[in-house]
């Protein structure tokens, strides 16, 4: 049994919001199937850190999670940006329970155990905090990441981070995330959002003693990374 991550998914099968008019995305929905299937097995677990389905809404995102949910292993999806679909935890639940989406799981202010350890994170947010609605999101997510990497902690995990946004990016640090995965000793960082010339300036490795790790969907040509 194994652990992947990959993020940004961007899938749109009910949906008129096509990928390919973006380079290096041409037949995305078929390769994402093919490598994955030929990765990950059915007793793997795969974490999906956000940008799930263009759906702005469960039905309009219904198609891409029975698409999710046919591939290969378990899955734990985190929000992004773009997954207006998302809604309480409860109704997530209840959304994927009700449609027989039965490897489908959802990770919000909570964590999941994988041996040792914690699969732990929330969305993150942009670094502008001179912005005041900005600042004020900003902190939520960094008090859900808390909640989540503690209620790892408590039952004694390592925890492992997954995020949507990057929590460092070129020479830039947000250390309102950042300062969280300090204080409990996190090592590993896996996070998406980030695509096509942006690829450029992902830190990838280690930086002040986390290990960083970009999993967006065309970094790692549309195949999971193995976590552990």
Same mark, same amino acid.
């Given at each position: 049994m194994?652990?992947?991550?990959?993020?940004?998914l961007h899938l749109s099968?009910?949906?008129?919001?096509?990928?390919?008019?973006?380079?290096g995305w041409d037949g995305h929905v078929e390769k994402l199937a093919e490598n994955w299937n030929k990765t990950?097995?059915?007793?793997?677990l795969v974490v999906i850190p956000g940008d799930i389905s263009w759906g702005m809404n469960l039905d309009e995102a219904k198609a891409d999670f029975s698409f999710?949910?046919?591939?290969?292993?378990?899955k734990i999806i985190s929000k992004g940006n773009h997954d207006y679909w998302w809604s309480t935890l409860s109704k997530l639940n209840k959304f994927v329970e009700e449609s027989g989406f039965d490897t489908i799981k959802f990770l919000h202010n909570n *964590?999941?155990?994988?041996?040792?350890?914690?699969?732990c994170g929330?969305?993150?947010?942009?670094?502008?905090?001179?912005?005041?609605?900005?600042?004020?999101?900003?902190a939520r997510e960094a008090q859900r990441l808390e909640v989540s990497i503690k209620s790892a902690?408590?039952?004694?995990?390592?925890?492992?981070?997954?995020l949507h946004y990057p929590p460092v990016y070129g020479n830039e640090s947000n250390y309102d995330i950042l300062d969280v995965m300090f204080r409990y000793g996190v090592k590993e960082c896996y996070y998406g959002h980030l695509h096509g010339r942006s690829h450029k300036n992902a830190v990838c490795g280690?930086?002040?003693?986390?290990?960083? *790790?970009?999993?967006?969907?065309d970094f790692v040509h549309f195949c999971p990374e193995l976590v552990v």
């Open positions: 194994s652990l992947f991550a990959i993020a940004d099968l009910s949906v008129d919001k096509p990928m390919d008019i973006f380079g990950v097995s059915e007793d793997d999710i949910n046919a591939l290969n292993g378990q *964590h999941y155990s994988y041996g040792k350890y914690g699969i929330t969305r993150g947010w942009i670094n502008e905090t001179e912005v005041p609605a900005d600042a004020k999101v900003l902690t408590k039952e004694n995990l390592e925890p492992i981070v997954f280690e930086r002040d003693g986390i290990n960083f *790790h970009l999993v967006s969907c």
